[in-house]
C-alpha cells in the first residue's frame, strides 16, 4: 500500500467536510496559501479514485493540483497511475516528473520504470532499473527484472552476473534460480545449470518439482541413467505429481520409448490435477500418426476407455471414444455409443449427424430417415439432415421423395452457392429417375433412346437440365453441375457447342482434374474433333494412373476412329479388366477398323 506525506495525512483530515461527490474543478477551495490548494485537489483525486472509481474525474483533479503547483510531486505520481492503463505513453512523462521531483521516492521510481516498462522502452527502462537496483538492492525483484531486460537486450551473460549477485546477497531464491538455469543452457552451460539445480535439490531435497528440474537437465545432457533416477526419486515423493508425470512422458517421446510413454499416459488419464481438456489434446497428439495407432491400439484403446469411464457423459470424451471406435473399424460400437447419448440434454446436434452419416454408410435406408424424421423435430431448420433425408430416399431409389426433400431444403439455404449445390442434387435425382434401370450402362440407355428404342426417359432427362439452368443461375461456375450437364448432352449429342463451353470452363476452372478432361474430350469426340479429344485424353490417363474404366474405354473409342486399332484393343481390355461392362467392350472388339481417320 503506499505511503501518503504527512503533509497529505494532515491535511485529509483537515479537509474532509469538503469532500464532496462530483464536485466542479470551480469549487471554491479553502482560502489557504502556498501548496495547500493542490494538496486538497490532490486528496480529493484519491477520494475520487480510491472510493468511488471514477478515474475520469480522479485524473482531472490530480490535473487541477498539478496547475497550481507544478512541482507538486505527489500530483504526477496519482496521475501517472490513472493514465498508465488508458494512456501509457503520456504515464511515462507524469511518472518522470514525479521521480525526477523526489528521486529518493522509492514509488516514483518504480512507476517510471514500470511505465517504460509496460510501453516497451526497453533501453530505457533497463538504465531505470539498474537505478532502481542500485537504490534499492534488497530487493529480490529488482534483480529480476534488470536481468530480463538484459536478456531481452541480447546480453545474457550479464544477466547472469545480476542473478549471481542476488544470489550472493539473498541465497538461492527458486523463481531466480530458474531463471538462471534458462540462461544457463541457452548459453550452452548445461554443466553449470545442473550444477544449480543440484544444489536445489541438496537444499530442498524433499520437494518432487526439485528433482524433475535436475532430471530434465539431466535429460538434454543425454545422461539418461541419471535422469531416471531423479524421476523415479520424484515419484517415490509424489507419485500422483502431474509436473512430474507429464515431464516423465516427454522425456520417454524423446528417447522414444513409447510403452512406458503410454503407461504414464494412463498415469496423467486417471489423475483429476489435470484438466479434461489437455487430455484430450494428448490423446490426439498420440493417435495423429496412423502408423502409430496401428502398432500400439491396445494401448490407445485401454486410453480411450480410461477416459470414457471417468467422464462418461462429457461430449469431448463421447466423441474421442467414438471416434477411436471409428478409426478402429468398430461402427457398430461407434453407432450404438452416439444413440445412447441422442437423449442427453440438451441435445448434440453433431450426435445426430453422426448416427445418420453411419447408418447412411451401412446402407440402413430405414434407420437413417428414422433419426432424420426425429433429428428435424429438435433442429427443424438444420439444413444438413434436410438433405441427408434426399440422400437416403435416393439411396432407396425414391426418387420423387428425395426431389421433394431436397426442394424442401432449399428454404434453409442462405447463399448463393449452397442454393445453386441443392438444385444441382435435384437435377441430378430427376437424372437418376431418367435412367431407371441400373442393369444397363449408361451409354446403352442413351443411344437406344437416339434410335427410339425405350432408353431413358426424355421428359426427366428434361426436368434434370431443368434443374441444372436452375443451379447455374445461381453460381454459374458450379463446376461439378456444369460437368455432369456437358457430360449427359454429349451422350444426347444435342447442344454440343454448349456442352463444349461448358466443358471447356470446367477444365479452365480446376486443375488436371481426370474426369472432367474426359468429359470435355468426349464432348469433342463427339463433335468429331478427334485429334483434340486424343491429346486431352492421353493427359487424363496419364493423371488417373489408369484407374478409372470409363476414361480407358474412352481413349479406346477415340483411338480406333483415329485408326490406331491395337492401342484402342490395349485399352480397351484394361477397361475389361477394371470393371467395364463384357458384353460392350466385346461389341467394340468386333467393330471393323476405319480405313482411315473420321474427318
Known amino acids: 500500500m503506499k505511503r501518503l506525506p504527512a503533509i497529505t495525512i494532515c491535511c485529509v483530515a483537515f479537509f474532509s467536510a469538503a469532500f464532496v461527490s462530483g464536485k466542479s474543478l470551480r469549487t471554491t477551495t479553502p482560502g489557504y496559501s502556498d501548496t495547500l490548494p493542490s494538496v486538497w485537489f490532490y486528496t480529493e483525486g484519491i477520494k475520487q479514485n480510491a472510493i468511488f472509481g471514477d478515474t475520469t474525474r480522479a485524473r482531472e483533479l490530480f490535473g487541477e493540483a498539478i496547475r497550481r503547483d507544478s512541482s507538486y510531486a505527489p500530483a504526477w505520481f496519482e496521475l501517472a497511475g490513472t493514465l498508465l492503463r488508458t494512456s501509457p505513453e503520456r504515464a511515462i512523462d507524469a511518472a518522470r516528473r514525479a521521480w525526477r521531483l523526489d528521486t529518493a521516492n522509492l514509488w516514483y521510481h518504480r512507476l517510471y520504470a514500470q511505465t517504460l516498462l509496460v510501453t516497451e522502452h526497453y533501453n530505457d527502462a533497463l538504465n531505470v532499473y539498474r537505478q532502481l537496483l542500485a537504490a534499492d538492492p534488497k530487493d529480490p525483484d529488482n534483480y529480476r527484472l534488470v536481468a530480463a531486460l538484459y536478456e531481452q537486450a541480447d546480453r545474457p551473460f550479464t544477466a547472469l552476473i545480476t542473478l549471481d549477485s542476488a544470489e550472493v546477497r539473498f541465497g538461492r531464491i527458486p523463481l531466480l534460480s530458474s531463471m538462471k538455469r534458462r540462461l544457463l543452457v541457452a548459453t550452452n552451460q548445461i554443466d553449470k545449470a545442473i550444477d544449480e539445480a543440484r544444489a536445489l535439490v541438496d537444499e530442498v531435497p524433499y520437494d518432487a518439482d ?196 431436397y426442394r424442401e431444403s432449399l428454404r434453409y439455404a442462405a447463399t448463393d452457392s449452397l442454393r445453386s449445390v441443392i438444385w444441382g442434387m435435384v437435377g441430378d435425382t430427376w437424372h437418376l429417375k431418367a435412367v431407371g434401370n441400373d442393369s444397363i ?136 479388366k477394371k470393371g467395364y461392362d463384357a458384353a460392350l467392350i466385346d461389341e467394340r472388339l468386333k467393330q471393323p477398323a476405319p480405313t482411315k481417320p473420321a474427318e
Open 210 to 405: 526439485n528433482h524433475v528440474v535436475l532430471a530434465n537437465l539431466y535429460a538434454a545432457d543425454k545422461q539418461d541413467s541419471l535422469a531416471m533416477v531423479e524421476y523415479r526419486t520424484a515419484l517415490r515423493i509424489d507419485s500422483t505429481n502431474v509436473q512430474t508425470l507429464v515431464a516423465l512422458s516427454d522425456y520417454y517421446v524423446r528417447s522414444q520409448d513409447y510403452r512406458s510413454l503410454l503407461s504414464v499416459t494412463r498415469k496423467i488419464f486417471l489423475s483429476e490435477e489435470m484438466p479434461l481438456e489437455l487430455k484430450v489434446k494428448r490423446f490426439e497428439t498420440l493417435t495423429a500418426d496412423t502408423r502409430f495407432y496401428r502398432e500400439y491400439y491396445f494401448q490407445l484403446n485401454d486410453l480411450a476407455a480410461t477416459l470414457a469411464i471417468r467422464y462418461p457423459n462429457d461430449p469431448r470424451v463421447v466423441e474421442l471414444y467414438a471416434g477411436h471406435l471409428i478409426a478402429s473399424g468398430e461402427l457398430e460400437q461407434a453407432l450404438a455409443l452416439y444413440k445412447r447419448h441422442l437423449n442427453d440434454r440438451p441435445p448434440v446436434e453433431r450426435y445426430y449427424r453422426m448416427v445418420i452419416d453411419i447408418e447412411s454408410y451401412l446402407q440402413h435406408p430405414d434407420s437413417v430417415e428414422h433419426y432424420v424424421t426425429k433429428a428435424l423435430s429438435i433442429f427443424p431448420e438444420k439444413i444438413d439432415f434436410h438433405l441427408a433425408r434426399g440422400h437416403a430416399m435416393v439411396q432407396t431409389k425414391q426418387y420423387d421423395k428425395a426431389i421433394r426433400a
Open 441 to 576: 450402362p449408361e451409354e446403352q440407355l442413351f443411344a437406344r433412346s437416339k434410335a427410339g428404342r425405350g432408353g431413358i426417359n426424355r421428359r426427366d432427362m428434361k426436368q434434370c437440365y431443368k434443374a441444372y439452368d436452375r443451379s447455374l443461375r445461381y453460381w454459374a461456375d458450379n463446376t461439378l453441375v456444369m460437368n455432369n450437364y456437358a457430360y449427359f448432352l454429349s451422350l444426347e449429342e444435342r447442344d454440343l457447342e454448349r456442352a463444349l463451353a461448358m466443358a471447356t470452363r470446367v477444365t479452365d476452372l480446376t486443375d488436371n482434374n481426370p474426369t472432367y478432361l474426359d468429359t470435355r474430350a468426349w464432348v469433342l469426340y463427339k463433335m468429331g474433333r478427334l485429334e483434340e479429344a486424343r491429346q486431352i485424353l492421353k493427359r487424363a490417363v496419364a493423371l488417373d494412373g489408369q484407374q478409372s474404366p470409363d476414361l480407358m474405354v474412352h481413349y479406346g473409342d477415340v483411338l480406333h476412329q483415329l485408326g490406331e486399332q491395337f492401342m484402342a484393343e490395349i485399352y480397351w481390355q484394361m477397361a475389361r
